[in-house]
């Protein structure tokens, strides 16, 4: 059964960085996109950060500049390395993969999200 599993979420003051992590269990075969996405209270979920099996990257314009998407397929993890945050960043993150598993075939995965809290 894959799954999905963040870490590194936290409370840190604006300016500050944060690295979130998220790493893919199972019986893969392969992974193509994987993403980050985040949800404010009362907002709905948003793509933060995407990043192809070959290494190509999109942001979303609020964290250009700021935030980097990165992979290492031998690991099945991504990464999510966030510098000067700032209060509007707090939100639960949730890394997403689209996998090729043995059961059941070609699917996506969410993790169950890991929260980030800016303070002031």
């Known amino acids: 059964q894959v799954q999905l599993v963040e870490s590194g979420g936290g409370l840190v003051q604006a300016g500050g960085s944060l690295r979130l992590s998220c790493a893919a269990s199972?019986?893969?075969?392969?992974?193509?996109?994987m993403g980050w996405y985040r949800q404010a209270p009362g907002k709905q979920r948003e793509l933060v950060a995407a990043?192809?099996?070959?290494?190509?990257?999109n942001y979303t314009d609020s964290v250009k500049g700021r935030f980097t998407i990165s992979r290492d397929n031998a690991k099945n993890t991504v990464y999510l390395q966030m510098n000067s945050l700032k209060p509007e960043d707090t939100a639960v993150y949730y890394c997403n993969a689209d996998i090729w598993a043995v059961i059941p075939g070609f699917m996506a995965y969410w993790g169950k999200g890991t929260l980030v809290t800016v303070s002031t």
């Open positions: 990043i192809t099996s070959g290494g190509s990257t």
């Open positions: 199972g019986i893969i075969f392969r992974i193509n996109d």
